[in-house]
């Protein structure tokens, strides 16, 4: 049986702030990984108050920078790739990061880093909900 060392690239990684599972309408432009220059309309996979996971058909490197616009708010921002995932029917799994702090970019309030439904001020789902 194989083990995985210990080392920090293996170590669990704490994220710094919790993912939402939410698809966001989003248009991502820069320069592809050939210095081309591209515009692409895509939807969110995850977001989250640091940035987002995306799929995206223009091959970009990480560490590139990116602009970033929200199709609702019409709001843009820079952003950098910060990991690039598998590819799955032409396009990439991209991790994007926000250059600079913008917590009310996606309009969402995130759950707190400790959220979990056993946690005893979650509330309970009810079948039995009564008109009022």
């Known amino acids: 049986m194989t083990q995985v060392p210990n080392t920090p690239m293996h170590a669990g990684v704490r994220r710094r702030s919790q993912r939402v599972l939410m ?8 320069k592809d990984s050939q210095g081309n220059d591209f515009e692409e309309f895509t939807e969110t996979l ?8 995306v799929l995206l058909a223009a091959r970009v490197t990480r560490g590139s920078a990116v602009h970033v616009r929200h199709n609702k708010t019409e709001e843009e921002q820079g952003w950098h790739v910060v990991f690039l995932g598998p590819v799955r029917g032409g396009k990439a799994e991209i991790g994007l990061e926000f250059t600079a702090p913008r917590p009310t970019f996606w309009r969402v309030a995130f759950p707190p880093e400790d959220w979990t439904p056993k946690n005893p001020e979650a509330r309970t789902f009810s079948g039995n909900r009564t008109n009022k």
């Open 23 to 30: 698809q966001v309408g989003i248009c991502i432009s820069g």
């Open 46 to 53: 995850a977001i989250n108050a640091h940035g987002a996971l």
